[in-house]
């Protein structure tokens, strides 16, 4: 039968699994490919694939492949988990609770149900926004979200850094060493910072603060050319000529999910996790943007992502292994 006249099978799934993950970011695209690797029964469950790259634009920092947009790196993650043959799902999934046997049942919107020995959250956190005009639409064109993933972009350009704590300082800090000015717009006159940051920013003759003051509105034809800020005591409004509008103003993990599933979340709202990528719930993992711990340098980049997928599978084979071989004790739930 010719491609054009043949129809599409929908997806033959199984109820059963050693592993469910959630999320097709690199994280979760990079824990199935493990996942499989060590002959798991897997399946990813997720809204879309390829998650923030797919709003990345070009990516120009992951090892081995010097530039490629981020949808088309995406793409590269889900071909070679596709050739392992593992299922991708597009639904969300709404809660995952426990099954008896200490295993989970992983519940859609959709309304199917899976069970799982094992799952692997790798749900993503997504990066808050300032909400005001021109900032969707010069988004990737001069607005940008990661400062070091775009600082290269902005060589001898004048650029504004948004927000007050550590990311933004140092994003301040990095922009210094490519563009020609900075400005760095926070909305207190005080930063919510390590002063080490702060001396730096305080000393360097390229950064200029801009204390106490919102962007009201970021404005270009084709790509960014201006910021109207506003000074939150005064209300008077000045025009800032610039080329790009990095925001830091931080992330946001998916808090409610995590507490529905009961899993411990750090004051942002971060999965926890230890260094083997274990939540507080035996048998549950978290990798990428949406974990954080005390053992994990948070750094939230495609790399960093991929490889915490990674472990996280390492981790879930091991966790299956024992459980099989009766060395882990079978949890009794509530
Ligand atoms: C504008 C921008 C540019 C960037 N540029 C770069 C760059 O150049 N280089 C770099 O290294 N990094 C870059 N990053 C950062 C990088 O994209 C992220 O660090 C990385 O994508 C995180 O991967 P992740 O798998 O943890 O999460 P994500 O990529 O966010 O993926 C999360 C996945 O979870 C799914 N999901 C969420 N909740 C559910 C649910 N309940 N049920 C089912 N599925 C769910 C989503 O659909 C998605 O598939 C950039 C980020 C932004 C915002």
Same mark, same amino acid.
Do not use: H
């Given at each position: 039968m010719s491609l054009k006249f043949r129809l599409l099978k929908p997806m033959k799934l199984d109820r059963e699994y050693d592993v469910v993950i959630v999320g097709a970011g690199p994280a979760g695209l990079t824990a199935a490919l493990y996942s499989a690797r060590f002959m798991l029964k897997t399946l990813v469950i997720a809204d879309d694939v390829g998650g923030t790259l797919n709003d990345a634009g070009e990516v120009d920092d992951y090892p081995g492949i010097p530039s490629i947009q981020g949808p088309d790196l995406a793409k590269k993650f889900e071909s070679h988990v596709v050739k392992y043959k593992v299922p991708i799902l597009r639904d969300t999934v709404v809660d995952i609770r426990r099954n008896g046997g200490g295993a989970f049942k992983v519940i859609t919107k959709k309304g199917k149900e899976f069970v799982a020995q094992a799952v692997i959250l790798a749900v993503g956190s997504k990066r808050r926004k300032l909400g005001v005009p021109g900032e969707d639409r010069l988004s990737g064109r001069g607005v940008t979200y990661c400062a070091p993933c775009d600082a290269p972009m902005f060589r001898g350009k004048v650029v504004a850094v948004v927000g007050g704590g550590n990311s933004a300082l140092q994003a301040a800090v990095l922009l210094s060493s490519y563009a020609n000015k900075v400005y760095l717009i926070h909305r207190r006159d005080k930063f919510r910072a390590f002063p080490v940051y702060v001396k730096l920013v305080t000393q360097d003759p390229k950064i200029e603060l801009v204390l106490n003051h919102v962007?009201?509105?970021?404005?270009?034809?084709?790509?960014?050319?201006?910021?109207?800020?506003?000074?939150?005591?005064?209300?008077?409004?000045?025009?800032?000529?610039?080329?790009?509008?990095?925001?830091?103003?931080?992330?946001?993990?998916?808090?409610?999910?995590?507490q529905k599933i009961g899993i411990e979340i750090d004051e942002k709202g971060h999965a926890l996790v +230890?260094?083997?990528?274990?939540?507080?719930? !035996? *048998?549950?993992? /978290? =990798?990428?943007?949406?974990?954080?711990?005390?053992?994990? $340098?948070?750094? +939230?980049?495609?790399?960093?992502?991929?490889? !915490? *997928?990674?472990? /996280? =599978?390492?981790?879930?084979?091991?966790?299956?292994?024992? $459980?099989?071989?009766?060395?882990v004790e079978t949890p009794t739930f509530d």
């Open positions: 962007v009201a509105e970021i404005g270009g034809e084709e790509k960014v050319e201006w910021v109207r800020v506003r000074n939150v005591k005064t209300g008077e409004e000045k025009m800032i000529e610039l080329d790009g509008v990095v925001i830091e103003i931080g992330s946001e993990p998916p808090r409610e999910f995590f +230890d260094k083997e990528m274990r939540t507080s719930i !035996e *048998g549950i993992y /978290a =990798a990428g943007d949406c974990a954080a711990g005390p053992c994990k $340098k948070k750094f +939230d980049q495609v790399v960093t992502a991929a490889a !915490e *997928g990674a472990i /996280a =599978a390492l981790s879930a084979y091991e966790y299956i292994m024992r $459980k099989k071989s009766g060395e």
